[in-house]
């Protein structure tokens, strides 16, 4: 075990020592994480922009229906001029202005002019703009309603109000139903892009990182090292330990700085343990592999980069495998990354336990124990050869 645990650090202390090793390990996963879930994660809530020229009852009524709606976030600003160029920023997805004379419109027309400001008309804009569609409709139905009443009945406006907003409260009941397992918090921006890299740089830093094992086979130094009492077993007893726990410590950093800077909560402690050891043990069998049969150091640390990203692509580590076609989704199963990324998603997303993972977790236990056995034994034939 001494001997073991001694290549085991060897191991380890090369990857310290390699800057460029360290960089794709710790720094580019955790930017990766904060880039893409700043841009495109938007915790669920849709920003919108609000202008009151003139405090008014339509202005007050608006604003509080949209504060109130589900994964609205209401954001005031002082003109349309500053609001169209938050809108220019992306600091909010779209803006509503509502004129100072809104109230006179409503009362002399039956109809007020809302302005609406949006980017473009990609699909994105349209959904805001059927959000607030909705709002302003949920708003302005029984204002219209009141008006009309009222002068047509000859009653009041606050009473004809009062009695269009409870005939519109007896309308449609819409029912919610959770398509997953009942989760019911706000899972947060970074809930999706930090399972991802996790299993897209694990995977990636196993790869790359068996140039380490490529450079020492080529150049004889397992080879000598052979001729020591420890013997060949001991030696590949702990580089496989050492990958293994190279791709245990990436993932453990990712889950703890997911949790503490982000705020991604994992899901079950113990589920989620054993999907982190899981799949630490696949890219620890990928990484032996490569340094089995790796040719050239230069041209592995060149290649696997992209044959990572590429089997990350194809499990679901850059798109949801939920949009794959069907004949691509045949492809992504045979992936690990796939089962890997569909345990997170149960996990953080459905708020699953261990026996809802199950199949998943063996499905990578049986691929990380057959990448193991085929690279031992393909760095056993190589040593032995002396290739």
């Given amino acids: 075990m001494r001997a073991a645990s001694a290549f085991t650090f060897v191991v380890l202390r090369q990857m310290v020592q390699d800057r460029t090793a360290l960089f794709f390990t710790v720094a580019l996963p955790i930017a990766i994480i904060v880039i893409i879930g700043t841009t495109f994660g938007g915790q669920g809530r849709i920003r919108v922009g609000l202008v009151v020229e003139q405090n008014n009852d339509i202005a007050a009524r608006l604003e509080d229906r949209l504060a109130a709606a589900d994964g609205v976030e209401v954001v005031r600003y002082r003109t349309a001029d500053e609001l169209r160029q938050a809108v220019r920023r992306f600091s909010v997805e779209a803006g509503l202005v509502v004129p100072a004379d809104a109230d006179a419109q409503l009362a002399g027309t039956g109809a007020a002019g809302i302005g609406l400001l949006a980017l473009g008309a990609s699909e994105d804009t349209v959904a805001v703009r059927r959000t607030l569609q909705g709002v302003i409709d949920d708003v302005g139905a029984p204002l219209g309603a ?33 398509v997953g397992d009942g989760i019911d918090r706000d899972v947060g921006r970074f809930a999706f892009t930090a399972p991802q890299n996790l299993v897209l740089f694990t995977f990636i830093t196993a790869l790359t990182s068996a140039t380490v094992l490529v450079r020492a086979r080529r150049t004889g130094i397992l080879r000598r090292a052979m001729a020591s009492p420890t013997g060949l077993g001991v030696q590949l007893a702990g580089m ?55 040719a050239n150091e230069d041209r592995v640390g060149a290649i696997t980069p992209m044959v990572g990203m590429v089997l990350g692509a194809l499990g679901g580590c850059m798109v949801p495998a939920e949009i794959f076609p069907p004949s691509m989704l045949v492809v992504a199963r045979i992936v690990p990354h796939y089962w890997a990324m569909r345990a997170w998603q149960s996990l953080i997303f459905d708020g699953a336990g261990l026996g809802a993972i199950a199949g998943d977790l063996a499905v990578l236990a049986t691929v990380g124990a057959a990448l193991v056995i085929v690279a031992t034994l393909l760095m056993r034939r190589s040593l032995l050869s002396g290739r």
């Avoid at 008006?147 to 919610?176: I, M, Q, Y």
């Fill in 240 to 294: 496989a330990v050492g990958w293994f726990i190279l791709c245990l410590l990436q993932s453990v950093l990712i889950v703890t700085v997911g949790a503490v800077a982000f705020g991604v909560r994992w899901g079950n402690p113990l589920a989620a343990g054993l999907l982190v050891v899981t799949f630490a043990l696949v890219g620890c069998g990928a990484g032996l592999l490569v340094g089995a049969i790796g």
């Fill in 146 to 178: 009141a008006v009309f009443a009222a002068d047509r009945a000859g009653v009041p406006l606050n009473e004809a109000l009062a009695r269009a907003e409870a005939a519109g409260s007896s309308g449609v009941v819409v029912t919610t139903t959770d």
